[in-house]
């Protein structure tokens, strides 16, 4: 499984009756509310981090990345676009990147 593969599933899922599906229902609700769903799997997956509960961690991991890829979904914006801003940034490091902002500001 691949977050192509993912973001495929959602896509096809969120066209599906919200009775049957999750991803339809979180949709159906909103985009505000997968957005907080992301808040909250974020926060649980910082709570793994800290705590050093490795298999929370890899289950909060995934249930954040399939809660952002619903909000993706919501926002119209294709994953790929994220990989190009990702892909972007490959054309430097993380620091100088993050001093190039800074010197926007
Ligand atoms: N990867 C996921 C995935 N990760 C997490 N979740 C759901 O996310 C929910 C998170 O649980 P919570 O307790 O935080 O939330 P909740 O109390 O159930 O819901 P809320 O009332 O808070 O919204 C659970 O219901 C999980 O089943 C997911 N639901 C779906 N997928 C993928 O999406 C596909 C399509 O799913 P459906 O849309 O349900 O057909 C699945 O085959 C999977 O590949």
Known sequence: MTLEDLEA???QRA???????????LIA???NKAAQKVGEEATEAVIAAVTGDRTELVKESADLLYHLLVVLKAAD????E????????TAQ???AEKASRTDQS
């Open 15 to 25: 066209a599906a009756s919200p009775e049957e599906s999750y991803t339809a229902k």
């Open 29 to 31: 609700r909103g985009i």
């Open 82 to 89: 994220v990989m190009s801003e990702l892909d972007r940034r």
């Open 77 to 80: 914006i294709p994953l790929r």
């Open 9 to 11: 599933r959602i896509a």
């Open 93 to 95: 490091t993380g620091l």
